[in-house]
């Protein structure tokens, strides 16, 4: 007996030298490429650095958007990836006394105070400030069609009261001053508490009902459409939370009742003008909040047909299976038919991580005429928005 465990112990001894001497570096590319779309954040940084073949692994052109929470100093922010229980903590003075607004392609909208607005990427720290706003933040709904370092964004917010007027404030790259639109609503709307959707080269608001706003960019024209309309889930409840999404080119709504006892997912028949419902969201994955709805492809096996919803249950995301027709997490045993139990995280939104873009000045720069640089690290006044103006 004796002899036996002498024998196991040389035979580890033996297997710890292979696992010690082996070439990582030779790992074939396909079985690389399968874990960097599960590593979340500063990981892939590390990954990277591991050697050079790991190096020239291509980062996914997919990757999982993650729930970005501002914490109550408004300096340090948690990002809480779908798969993992642990949250990722980063430091970004920047952001004191900013709320997030809307997020799209790695790029952050922010407000801070009454009148002061910009873009900020938590990934790169790039800054770039807007003009102040004409009046008061007041927006029901604010969006950006695009990268903010494009020569085609154009932010959009606007502001319905009393169901029968609005307010529409738009300003375009280039421009020093916004432009705001005032007028009466063709007929009642209430403004869902969601951000529009820049959907075909227009703007879609959600209101509390499912019927739809549109405001149209050639003509300059709000409209509220007479069709489609839906009941409420549930006739007895007046209270619904409501969110609108684009997904492969279509527009999905997806309305919550109280404590998520009822689900609903429609996608919008775009010649009927009426809401479908649908059972499946095959290999595509929803988040939504308040601040930002966007969909992806799955990038993890099992990750597909969710809605990730900016909930937590000890320290795990909480997402909806369409296949299930529970609220579950990947990190323990949850499982209900509601989201009692579940905590909200507030002052939050989704993101997609863009750590390995890299901007020009004059990509950073609103104005045209800003000269190019080729030093990659900028001052603060080279990431204002203003500069060289």
Excluded at 21 to 46: H, M, S, Y
Excluded at 281 to 290: E, T
Excluded at 311 to 339: H, M, P
């Amino acid at each position: 007996m004796a002899d036996d465990a002498q024998r196991e112990i040389e035979n580890s001894k033996e297997l710890a030298k292979v696992v010690l001497n082996r070439d990582w570096a030779a790992l074939p590319t396909e079985l690389l490429c399968l874990v960097l779309p599960q590593l979340f954040l500063r990981d892939v940084k590390r990954f990277h650095n591991v050697c050079r073949s790991w190096q020239d692994t291509p980062t996914p052109s997919i990757q999982s958007p993650v729930l970005m929470c501002i914490g109550n100093d408004n300096t340090r922010c948690k990002f809480f990836h779908p798969l993992y229980k642990d949250s990722h903590t980063m430091y970004i003075p920047e952001l004191f006394g900013a709320v997030p607004r809307f997020s799209k392609d790695g790029w952050l909208l922010m407000s801070r105070g009454e009148y002061s607005i910009f873009f900020f990427n938590p990934f790169t720290k790039a800054l770039i400030n807007l003009p102040d706003l004409p009046n008061m933040y007041d927006f029901g709904g604010i969006t950006f069609t695009s990268s903010p370092t494009s020569s085609d964004c154009m932010v959009f917010g606007i502001n319905v009261q009393f169901d029968e007027w609005f307010s529409i404030s738009t300003i375009c790259r280039g421009e020093e001053s916004w432009q705001v639109l005032h007028g009466e609503n063709n007929s009642p709307f209430f403004l869902s508490h969601c951000n529009p959707v820049f959907h075909h080269g227009e703007f879609y608001c959600l209101g509390q009902h499912g019927n739809l706003g549109v405001f149209n960019l050639d003509e300059d024209y709000w409209r509220v459409l007479d069709k489609p309309h839906r009941q409420l889930l549930d006739p007895y409840l007046t209270h619904e939370r409501n969110f609108l999404v684009e997904c492969n080119g279509e527009l999905l709504s997806v309305s919550m009742s109280s404590m998520g006892k009822l689900i609903s997912v429609s996608k919008l028949d775009s010649v009927e003008m009426t809401w479908h419902k649908v059972d499946s969201l095959g290999d595509q994955m929803l988040f939504v909040s308040n601040t930002s709805s966007l969909s992806t492809k799955r990038v993890v096996q099992g990750m597909e047909n969710k809605i990730y919803l900016p909930k937590i249950y000890e320290k795990c995301g909480v997402f909806y299976s369409l296949a299930s027709r529970l609220f579950q997490t990947f990190g323990n045993d949850f499982s209900r038919k509601d989201w009692y139990g579940t905590g909200e995280l507030l002052s939050c939104c989704w993101i997609e991580p863009k750590a390995d873009t890299s901007y020009t000045k004059e990509e950073l720069n609103w104005f045209e005429d800003a000269e190019p640089k080729a030093d990659p690290s900028y001052s603060k006044e080279e990431l204002n928005w203003f500069e060289d103006a």
